[in-house]
């Protein structure tokens, strides 16, 4: 039974947008920091940003200002808004808890993002 379930990547151009959404279990979301994680063709998988089951968010650098995380607990579900997209933003998006369970991981959604 699928636990997480990312959705909303696709293509779009340089200076674009895109939410991402992560469905998940409720035995998975509450309770826990959930964060979005990319890896980019020949890179480490990375943690983008997190968010606590209060709110509390955190970003790596190189999207702070035009990410943003946030959750629903109703619906038990993460997003991820991005905006002013770059080409280096290219990669497949995961959704998972922080700090991340390795059978936690899901097939991604991937972003692609056009020069």
């Known amino acids: 039974q699928v636990q997480l379930v990312e959705s909303g990547g696709g293509l779009v151009q340089a200076g674009g947008s895109l939410r991402l959404s992560c469905a998940a279990s409720r035995s998975i979301f509450s309770m826990n920091f959930m964060g979005w994680y990319r890896q980019a063709p020949g890179k480490q998988r990375e943690l983008v940003a997190r968010?606590?089951?209060?709110?509390?968010?955190y970003y790596v650098d190189s999207v702070k200002g035009r990410f943003s995380i946030s959750r629903d607990n109703a619906k038990t579900t993460v997003y991820l808004q991005m905006n002013s997209l770059k080409a280096e933003d290219t990669a497949v998006y995961y959704c998972?808890?922080?700090?991340?369970?390795?059978?936690?991981w899901g097939q991604g959604t991937q972003v692609t993002v056009s020069s």
């Open positions: 998972n808890i922080w700090p991340p369970r390795e059978n936690y």
């Open positions: 968010i606590s089951s209060g709110g509390n968010t």
